[in-house]
């Protein structure tokens, strides 16, 4: 069975860092394309970034670009979303999400349970 | 970019059906057949429901469908049961490896 685990989510203030870390298990982790998607409390779903099989291309939101960093050791099958220069509008509940190949995501398929991040003085 | 626009809201009686709209531009939903849709209830993590336009995982019933046509994308729920009131959110592919999600869609079983 796929399952992705997020942790690294808390409360840090605006122009903090933060790291989110997502566990993989149940897949051939390497093969495939990984995504982070975000949603704001009560709010809507926004795609915030995106990482090769291989991890040598990267992907973002013109929302985040120059601030947040994808990466992924696939030694590890552990998904990584570096977060620095943190604004109160990022405060979200992340969550990780399968893609559909090594170089494609094209749909979200499973999704961690999320982590949140609170940026708040 | 824009979030693609749904409605707010559908509702309908059990056992009725219900069409969810996702309009989009030349540049997402018009431009790729990579169009998903995903149900999500309260508290929980968002559930893959139709990819690639017209797709069903294996898992989900036959009774939710999707289409597309020009610039707008369309989930059916065909004999609407209770567990199906949630949240439903669209998402295009729109160029250079990026993505959009549509504005969300409440689903009310009345």
């Known amino acids: 069975e796929v399952q992705l685990l997020e942790s690294g989510g808390g409360l840090v203030q605006p122009g903090g860092s933060l790291r989110l870390s997502c566990a993989a298990s149940g897949f051939t982790f390497s093969t495939y394309a990984m995504t982070w998607v975000r949603q704001a409390p009560g709010k809507g779903l926004e795609w915030v970034s995106g990482?090769?099989?291989?991890?040598?291309?990267?992907y973002y939101a013109d929302s985040v670009k120059g601030r947040f960093s994808i990466s992924r050791d696939n030694s590890k099958n552990t998904l990584y979303l570096q977060m620095n220069s943190l604004r109160a509008e990022d405060t979200a509940v992340y969550y990780c999400?399968?893609?559909?190949?090594?170089?494609?995501?094209?749909?979200?398929?499973?999704w961690g349970q999320g982590t949140l991040v609170t940026v708040s003085s | 970019q824009s979030a693609l626009t749904q409605p707010r809201s559908v509702s309908g009686s059990p056992g009725q059906s219900v069409t969810i709209s996702c309009t989009g531009t030349s540049s997402d939903v018009a431009g790729y057949n990579y169009v998903s849709w995903y149900q999500q209830h309260p508290g929980k993590a968002p559930k893959l429901m139709i990819y690639d336009v017209t797709e069903r995982p294996s898992g989900v019933p036959d009774r939710f469908s999707g289409s597309k046509s020009g610039n707008t994308a369309s989930l059916t729920i065909s004999g609407l049961q209770a567990e199906d009131e949630a949240d439903y959110y669209c998402c295009s592919y729109a160029g250079s490896y990026t993505y959009v999600f549509g504005t969300g869609t409440k689903v009310t079983v009345l």
């Open positions: 999400a399968k893609g559909r190949g090594t170089l494609t995501i094209n749909w979200f398929d499973p």
């Open positions: 990482i090769s099989g291989g991890g040598g291309n990267a």
